[in-house]
DNA sequence: ACTATGACTGATT
DNA sequence: TAATCAGCCATAG
């Protein structure tokens, strides 16, 4: 597998504050993958436990859980943003709690 | 080498 | 608003 390419992806997930939400693509893009959305579903599944990568901050483009109504990694991931005060409706986040990083401050911290 | 697969997307209906 | 569809493209086997 390409470690490098999930390193990556792993490592701007880490940016997520608390409290907010990206999708999949919106990470690739950020992770200087345009266009890979599906990697990131397949890096967020390959990330080792210890580097507690967010992934339940990770949603579709449309702002809804990519995991199907009423399975346990749905309920989960509801549960998790809960805790963090990310409501969901239908099984989708509001709008404002989308993730809007400063890009300065981010290339900084990724160093790419 | 191939090819099926998928934690996706945007456009279309 | 919601369902469908074609396009997507690196990865895994």
Redesign the pocket.
Known sequence: ??ES??QRIWQTALQIPAGKVA??????DLAG??????????A????PKELEVP??R?????RRL??APGSE?AEE?RQQLLIEGVILK?Y?AKPQDVWQPDLGELLFKLNY
Request: charged share 20%; glycine share 10%; hydrophobic share 40%.
């Open positions: 597998m390409s390419k999930y999708s999949y693509g919106q990470i690739a993958l345009p266009g890979r959305a599906r990697l990131v579903g397949k967020l599944g390959y990330a992934w339940f990770i949603l579709r483009s449309d990519a995991f990694t991931q239908n989708r």
